[in-house]
């Protein structure tokens, strides 16, 4: 069963899409051209590229992949970051320095800032044996989720929402967690995402690359980073937080 729109959700707690998919990777043996969920390399434009930079220094954001958005029509979220001696934008979800854009028929976000034609900028790395900055390219492969793990994904969400005050208050959950995944409900550190209704989540994140064998390099501070697109899929945002 692919992951397919709701029609229910009215924001960033609820599950705009079903079933949840864990993200894997598969090294890329060549660039991937096609109009699939990737990280790094080049961006597949379905529409003229519009490369971000930071609002502050016009400094070319970094690419970190591009994720499909479930629906009757192909579009991709593309996202952005800025990146700076090993220290990455994102916090403010509507800062400029972390940008997810949709095409084709998109809406650029009001706050991001698009660089001339012809801009490019780094994709993502991860660590070389020398401190060197190796490019990456990954399939990203949505596969179906153990039973046991979707429901402790879903007893945490529920536990999250108690806290908020938003539902029952459930005792912690302590089953096995999973932190990269498409569609369902989420879990946020401090039990709360930084953007409010309408915004539906798309995915979560995992930072990655202090590790020998990290398969590319995201500093969240040991957090999640988490997608959203609005509820006609035309518009994005993006942030990280950690626990």
């Not at 220290?87 to 854009?101: K, N, Q, R, S, Y």
Request: some cysteine; proline content about 12%; charged content about 20%.
């Amino acid at each position: 069963m692919i992951t397919r729109p709701t029609g229910q959700a009215e924001g960033p707690y609820d599950a705009a899409f079903l079933p949840r998919r864990q993200m894997t990777l598969r090294a890329a043996e060549q660039p991937i051209s096609d109009p699939v969920a990737k990280l790094g390399g080049q961006p597949v434009w379905l529409a003229e590229p519009t490369w971000p930079v930071d609002p502050s220094t016009g400094r070319p954001l970094v690419f970190v992949g591009q994720f499909p958005i479930p629906g009757d029509e192909l579009r991709l979220a593309y996202l952005f970051i800025d990146e700076e001696d090993v220290i990455m934008g994102g916090t403010d979800p509507e800062a400029g320095d972390a940008v997810l854009l949709v095409q084709p028929g998109g809406r650029i976000p009001s706050f991001a800032v698009i660089g001339p034609s012809g801009t490019q900028g780094r994709t993502l790395w991860r660590w070389g044996p020398d401190d060197s900055e190796i490019p990456v390219e990954w399939h990203v492969d949505l596969q179906p989720i153990p039973p046991g793990i979707d429901r402790s994904i879903d007893d945490q969400a529920a536990f999250e929402r108690g806290m908020r005050g938003e539902g029952p208050r459930v005792q912690l959950p302590g089953g096995e967690d999973l932190h990269d995944y498409v569609g369902g409900t989420a879990c946020y550190p401090n039990h709360r995402a930084r953007v409010g209704a309408p915004w539906q989540f798309l995915f979560k994140i995992s930072d990655a690359g202090e590790a020998e064998g990290d398969p590319y390099f995201l500093n969240f501070g040991y957090g999640y980073g988490f997608g959203f697109v609005s509820p006609d899929h035309r518009e994005g945002r993006f942030f990280w937080a950690r626990p």
